[in-house]
């Protein structure tokens, strides 16, 4: 019975060259077309951005191609934006584990932009320049559209049923309650620009360093309560595809998300850009750097065809269009085959230890060292200090509970948690 039993499971195995060739196959009828355009007004010149259509989760396998999209939005000089746009993306790619499979790559990606965004932070800083960025970083790995921001640029999603989602959080004093909070309890003031005679004049903001906004990567003159924490989401888009906007707050100053929407409805990405400048200047004028990307996700028998405009939508509509994760596959399935996006991670906690999360597994380097889980480098297992300890003043510190940071990593966490004044290192 066991001979007979390994002869048939012998016949099912099929060579591992034929898995691949398998693989890649289905990979290249499933993966959907990516059409893209931009536009831009410069007013500051200040806004920049990232478009990357070629970069591989497996170097050399043209199946594992995945897209960035990115805008920054810098202020107080243009040089946050620059470092973050020439250093950002290495530094996400440079958290994550290798040899992972697309599921498991796709699921460890959220962790791996939280340390990206703040070694990006950390690095810059360390030149002592002031200057600071928002961010809005948009990976597309076939259908699965994976977001993370900090500050005021936006992405939005424009299904082909009419539905807009927003998949970013403002991170401006004036509109979050939650981020006042966090600020004022972290050590930072909250309040508005007082002129003569104490009268209070425009959006709330930071104080020392008067930023309107709560995150963003630079600002070392504000204080270490202006987090480079992102918020992240993540979502499956159903076989029908759906449109991209990303724009920086020049866009959403002077358009609502629906109103960008419909403006570029029917039209080719590159003229749908346009047009949401063009929408916006003509709303507001041009009183900020302007910048939107646009980016189809279209089913591969469907390539040409933009989003056409649909006929009405409504709330009860982006409902039934917008459902969280299933775990049964088969579901997943007859959502997508409906036109169901999958919201499959969402985060937005400021708190470095909630975003790292407990896998030890991930706090070792191939050297068989601890290593940092922000900055990667490789630690002897003394030097490692635990992300979930708590202050280093603490007796209730459990060392040996990965993720580790190096102590710099853990004077900035303390930092930005108010556990420390900005800036100052304790031997």
Same mark, same amino acid.
């Given at each position: 019975?066991?001979?007979?039993?390994?002869?048939?499971?012998?016949?099912?195995?099929?060579?591992?060259?034929?898995?691949?060739?398998?693989?890649?196959?289905?990979?290249?009828?499933?993966?959907?077309?990516?059409?893209?355009?931009?536009?831009?007004?410069?007013?500051?010149?200040?806004?920049?951005?990232?478009?990357?259509?070629?970069?591989?989760?497996?170097?050399?396998?043209?199946?594992?191609?995945?897209?960035?999209?990115?805008?920054?939005?810098?202020?107080?000089?243009?040089?946050?934006?620059?470092?973050?746009?020439?250093?950002?993306?290495?530094?996400?790619?440079?958290?994550?584990?290798?040899?992972?499979?697309?599921?498991?790559?796709?699921?460890?990606?959220?962790? @791996?932009?939280?340390?990206?965004?703040?070694?990006?932070?950390?690095?810059?800083?360390?030149?002592?320049?002031?200057?600071?960025?928002?961010?809005?970083?948009?990976?597309?790995?076939?259908?699965?559209?994976?977001?993370?921001?900090?500050?005021?640029?936006?992405?939005?999603?424009?299904?082909?049923?009419? @539905?807009?989602?927003?998949?970013?959080?403002?991170?401006?004093?004036?509109?979050?309650?939650?981020?006042?909070?966090?600020?004022?309890?972290?050590?930072?003031?909250?309040?508005?620009?007082?002129?003569?005679?104490?009268?209070?004049?425009?959006?709330?903001?930071?104080?020392?360093?008067?930023?309107?906004?709560?995150?963003?990567?630079?600002?070392?003159?504000?204080?270490?309560?202006?987090?480079?924490?992102?918020?992240?989401?993540?979502?499956?888009?159903?076989? @029908?595809?759906?449109?991209?906007?990303?724009?920086?707050?020049?866009?959403?100053?002077?358009?609502?998300?629906?109103?960008?929407?419909?403006?570029?409805?029917?039209?080719?990405?590159?003229?749908?850009?346009?047009?949401?400048?063009?929408?916006?200047?003509?709303?507001?004028?041009?009183?900020?750097?302007?910048?939107?990307?646009?980016?189809?996700?279209?089913?591969?028998?469907?390539?040409?065809?933009?989003?056409?405009?649909?006929?009405?939508?409504?709330?009860?509509?982006?409902?039934?269009?917008?459902?969280?994760?299933?775990?049964?596959?088969?579901?997943?399935?007859?959502?997508?085959?409906?036109?169901?996006?999958?919201?499959?991670?969402?985060?937005?906690?400021?708190?470095?230890?909630?975003?790292?999360?407990?896998?030890?597994?991930?706090?070792?380097?191939?050297?068989?060292?601890?290593?940092?889980?922000?900055?990667?480098?490789?630690?002897?297992?003394?030097?490692?200090?635990?992300?979930?300890?708590?202050?280093?003043?603490?007796?209730?510190?459990?060392?040996?509970?990965?993720?580790?940071?190096?102590?710099?990593?853990?004077?900035?966490?303390?930092?930005?948690?108010?556990?420390?004044?900005?800036?100052?290192?304790? @031997?």
């Amino acid at each position: 019975m066991g001979s007979r039993d390994e002869s048939r499971h012998h016949h099912n195995l099929v060579p591992l060259a034929a898995l691949i060739s398998r693989e890649m196959k289905s990979e290249k009828m499933e993966k959907p077309n990516l059409r893209y355009g931009y536009a831009a007004q410069s007013r500051k010149g200040e806004d920049y951005f990232m478009i990357k259509t070629d970069c591989q989760r497996i170097q050399g396998n043209p199946s594992s191609t995945f897209s960035v999209f990115a805008i920054f939005d810098g202020h107080n000089g243009n040089a946050a934006a620059i470092f973050s746009r020439d250093h950002l993306l290495n530094h996400v790619l440079g958290a994550l584990p290798r040899g992972l499979g697309q599921d498991e790559w796709l699921q460890a990606l959220p962790r @791996a932009l939280v340390a990206g965004f703040v070694k990006t932070d950390k690095e810059f800083q360390s030149r002592g320049e002031t200057s600071g960025t928002t961010v809005t970083f948009v990976i597309v790995d076939r259908w699965t559209v994976t977001v993370a921001s900090v500050g005021d640029s936006r992405c939005i999603l424009d299904t082909q049923g009419g @539905a807009v989602s927003v998949l970013t959080v403002d991170h401006r004093l004036e509109e979050n309650v939650e981020e006042r909070e966090r600020v004022s309890s972290s050590g930072g003031e909250v309040g508005r620009l007082s002129i003569a005679g104490g009268t209070e004049v425009g959006p709330l903001r930071c104080w020392p360093g008067g930023l309107c906004l709560s995150r963003s990567i630079g600002d070392m003159d504000v204080g270490e309560f202006i987090v480079p924490i992102p918020y992240v989401k993540q979502v499956k888009l159903s076989s @029908a595809g759906g449109r991209l906007i990303i724009a920086s707050d020049g866009i959403w100053d002077a358009l609502s998300s629906e109103m960008a929407a419909k403006s570029s409805r029917g039209l080719p990405a590159e003229l749908a850009a346009r047009q949401v400048v063009k929408e916006a200047l003509r709303a507001r004028g041009l009183k900020d750097d302007t910048t939107c990307i646009v980016v189809d996700v279209i089913p591969p028998d469907n390539s040409l065809k933009p989003l056409p405009t649909p006929k009405r939508q409504n709330k009860l509509l982006r409902a039934l269009l917008f459902r969280k994760r299933s775990h049964d596959s088969a579901i997943a399935k007859k959502l997508s085959a409906v036109g169901i996006v999958e919201e499959l991670f969402e985060e937005g906690s400021a708190m470095l230890a909630e975003r790292l999360g407990n896998d030890e597994s991930n706090s070792q380097s191939t050297s068989g060292l601890f290593m940092c889980a922000v900055c990667q480098v490789d630690l002897a297992p003394r030097e490692g200090i635990s992300v979930h300890a708590g202050s280093i003043f603490s007796m209730s510190s459990k060392p040996w509970q990965g993720p580790f940071l190096c102590g710099d990593c853990r004077d900035k966490k303390d930092a930005m948690e108010g556990k420390r004044p900005s800036g100052v290192k304790v @031997a």
